[in-house]
C-alpha cells in the first residue's frame, strides 16, 4: 500500500521534470539552434542529470521532436457538420498563439536538411500529423458527396501546411488565425469547388 501512494504521489513530480526537460529543450533551441541543444545542455538547463532524459527520450532526436510536439496544438479531426468549419477546425494547429512553437520549429526545420535522422522523425511525428487531419477531413466530406472526388485530395490538403512552414522558415513564426481564415476561405475551399463563405 505504501509502495502505491508513494508512486501516486511521486507522478506529478515525474510529469513536473518531463516539463521541464521540454521546456529547456525548446529554450536552448530557439537560443542555440539544433546543434547548441545537447543532451548536457539540456540537463543543466532542467537541472537534472543525463540519464533521467535518456530514460524518456533514447536520442537527441527524439528529445527535440517530443519538445517541437509539446510547444504545438494536438491536430484534430473534427466533425461539426460544416465542411468549412471543419477545416478552419483542422488547419488551427497551424496557428500559433504566443509565436514561440514558430521558434522551436524554426530551429528544428533549418537542420533537416543536414540530419537525415531528424529529418525522417520531424516528417513522420510532426509534419504528417495534422496533414492527415486535413485529408481525413476531406475525404469524409467526399463520402458525404459535398466534395467531388476528383478533387486532389493530398495535394489540397497540403496548401495549408506548405504555407506554415514557409511561414516558419522564412519568418520564424507561425501563421497567425487571420491567415489561416484566408488559406481556407481563397485557396483551400475554392480548390474543393466550395464558395467561400
Known amino acids: 500500500m505504501a509502495t502505491v501512494s508513494a508512486r501516486l504521489s511521486g507522478r506529478p513530480r515525474v510529469e513536473e521534470l518531463e516539463g521541464r526537460i521540454l521546456e529547456a ?21 532542467a537541472h537534472c542529470g543525463k540519464s533521467a532524459i535518456y530514460r524518456r527520450w533514447e536520442t537527441k532526436v527524439d528529445l527535440v521532436v517530443a519538445a517541437v510536439r509539446a510547444s504545438q496544438t494536438p491536430p484534430e479531426v473534427p466533425d461539426t457538420g460544416s465542411l468549412r468549419e471543419d477545416l478552419l477546425a483542422a488547419a488551427s494547429h497551424f496557428a500559433g498563439s504566443d509565436g514561440r512553437s514558430g521558434r522551436v520549429l524554426a530551429s528544428v526545420l533549418t537542420a533537416i536538411g543536414t540530419d537525415p ?20 477531413v476531406i475525404e469524409r466530406w467526399i463520402a458525404r458527396g459535398v466534395v467531388p472526388d476528383t478533387v486532389p485530395v493530398a495535394l489540397v490538403a497540403g496548401i495549408v501546411p506548405t504555407a506554415a512552414f514557409g511561414s516558419v522558415v522564412l519568418r520564424k513564426r507561425d501563421l497567425d488565425p487571420a491567415e489561416v481564415l484566408e488559406l481556407i476561405d481563397f485557396v483551400v475551399l475554392p480548390a474543393l469547388r466550395q464558395p467561400p463563405a
Open 25 to 45: 529543450t525548446q529554450d536552448l533551441l530557439i537560443e542555440a539552434g539544433y546543434g547548441g541543444t545537447t543532451i548536457a545542455a539540456v540537463a543543466d538547463r
Open 117 to 136: 535522422e531528424l529529418y525522417e522523425a520531424a516528417y513522420r511525428d510532426v509534419g504528417q500529423p495534422p496533414v492527415r487531419a486535413l485529408i481525413e
